[in-house]
Each structure stands twice: as C-alpha cells, then as structure tokens.
T-cell receptor, first 117, second 112 residues
Framework: GAGVSQSPRYKVAKRGQDVALRCDPI?????LFWYQQALGQGPEFLTY????????KSGLPSDRFFAERPEGSVSTLKIQRTQQEDSAVYLC???????????????FGAGSRLTVL | QKEVEQNSGPLSVPEGAIASLNCTYS??????FFWYRQYSGKSPELIMS????GDKEDGRFTAQLNKASQYVSLLIRDSQPSDSATYLC????????????FGKGTKLSVKP
C-alpha cells in the first residue's frame, strides 16, 4: 500500500478484555516497529520485526503484550487482560531497511488509540 | 537521565520569526538523528535527518548537529501558523540496539 495502515483507529475496552491491533506496513518494507505513545509523551519503543522474525521485544512492558508478523508483512499487537495504564496510542512504523542501517527512515501509521475503562 | 531530552514548551513565536528547537542526548556514540513533526491527533512525520556534524538545510528547515556537545537542533525560518505542532527529536543510540529513541517533544505555537 501507499502508506502504513493501522486498524482500528479507536478502541475502547473494559479492563480485563483482550485487544488486537493490526498494522499493514508499506509493501516490501523489511522492518516493522511498534511504539506506544502516552498522552503528552514521545513514542516509546515496544518491539521490532525484521521480516517475520521478532528480533527485539525489549520494550514490551509485560507478558500481557504479544506481537507477531507471521508472513513478514501484516503485524498484530495483542494485549491481554487490558489495564487502565495500557491506555495510549499504539503506533506502527515500517522501514525499507533493517534497523541497523543508519539511514533507515521510519514511516508511521496513523495509530490506534486504545482507551481502557 | 532520559536518553533524549527536549524542553516540552510550549514555545510560542510570532509568524515570520525563527523558531529554535533544541534536543540533547546522552549516548555519545549515537550516529543518526531525526526530527519528526506531529500534529495533534496525527502520526509523526519525518522532517529532517542528520548524520554528521554541522548544518543541513532543507527549505525553511535547518538541522544542526554538534556531537561533541551531544546536541541537535532544528531551526524553522519564516515560521507559519501551519508549523504549529509538536516536534519530536529522535536518536538512534548504541544502547537502544538500533531502535529510535524519542524525546517527549516540544510543542510549538506560531501566532499570526
């Protein structure tokens, strides 16, 4: 596609519910990142995929967070047993090159705004 | 100390003035530096990238990098009300395993 597409744009969940957020990166992009952006803060790194391999999940805040990219394109971020502190915008970004490349440029999707009541 | 620090602002400048946005980073071995603009409720979009010391100009935007002082800045000349947004500084640091680390952002308001 022309850009990074994320769905749903808005999600309201009751505390304890599971949610799944989808990211469709730019076609052919090797790298895919998930970031979490709380209100008034900069994006915080969650996890990184190079094609289908999840090479870095050091930013996932707890084992309730799980991400996958099984065929190296679309990715899903799943949050189990949501808590109020999970309320944030979840941004997906893709890049043409592997993340180690200094010139790698990230293109962000519009984000999924999660509100946990 | 956060790895990437920015003054959260708000920074208010009159239309036509120069807006100066500053960012410091803690990892001396950082290689790549980026400025993203984020309008309220929208996703970050890349404005400038800079990799070596000195100035890099693109239209009304100039990025300045000083690795010795661990400082990167963004100048916006002839500021327009449409430049009003949050500007995010992002750094690729050695400690982040190649991930981009973002500052909190500086909110810029350009008054007509």
């Amino acid at each position: 596609g022309a850009g990074v597409s994320q769905s749903p744009r808005y999600k309201v969940a009751k505390r304890g519910q599971d949610v799944a957020l989808r990211c469709d990166p730019i076609s052919g992009h090797v790298s895919l990142f998930w970031y979490q952006q709380a209100l008034g803060q900069g994006p915080e790194f969650l996890t990184y995929f190079q094609n289908e391999a999840q090479l870095d999940k050091s930013g996932l805040p707890s084992d309730r967070f799980f991400a996958e990219r099984p065929e190296g394109s679309v990715s899903t971020l799943k949050i189990q047993r949501t808590q109020q502190e999970d309320s944030a915008v979840y941004l997906c970004a893709s890049a043409k090159l592997p993340k180690a490349s200094g010139a790698n440029v990230l293109t962000f999707g519009a984000g999924s705004r999660l509100t946990v009541l | 100390q956060k790895e990437v620090e920015q003054n959260s602002g708000p920074l208010s400048v009159p239309e036509g003035a120069i807006a100066s946005l500053n960012c410091t980073y803690s990892d001396r071995v950082s290689q790549s530096f980026f400025w993203y603009r984020q309008y309220s409720g929208k996703s970050p979009e890349l404005i400038m990238s800079i990799y070596s010391n000195g100035d890099k100009e693109d239209g009304r935007f100039t990025a300045q990098l000083n690795k010795a002082s661990q400082y990167v800045s963004l100048l916006i000349r002839d500021s327009q009300p449409s430049d009003s947004a949050t500007y995010l500084c992002a750094v690729k640091t050695r400690g982040s395993q190649g991930n981009l680390i973002f500052g909190k952002g500086t909110k810029l308001s350009v008054k007509p």
